[in-house]
């Protein structure tokens, strides 16, 4: 009986799991199209501020951190 009940809830997880993936997007040659437009670029993006940006923007900008570094690194001087 055990065994029963555990095969059952194997078989109730990996439904659930199965039903709720995502459907998988195939577009047809059409709507393909459409999308990329005449020129066959990519629409932009327009980017969002979210919560998660906020927590992961840098105080620091890139090239400060480049610009900083070949001052400070001088190899093979004494």
Do not use: C
């Not at 809830?9 to 995502?22: C, N, Q, R, S, V």
């Not at 906020?54 to 900083?68: A, P, Y």
């Amino acid at each position: 009986m055990t065994i029963l009940g555990i095969i059952g809830m194997l078989a109730a997880l990996g439904f659930g799991i199965y039903w709720g993936l995502p459907p998988r997007y195939q577009p047809s040659p059409e709507e393909l199209e459409r999308k990329l437009g005449e020129s066959g670029e990519h629409a932009k993006v327009r980017r969002h501020t979210t919560f998660f940006n906020l927590m992961q923007r840098k105080v620091e900008r890139g090239s400060d951190r480049r610009r900083g570094s070949r001052r400070s690194r001088r190899p093979f001087r004494s």
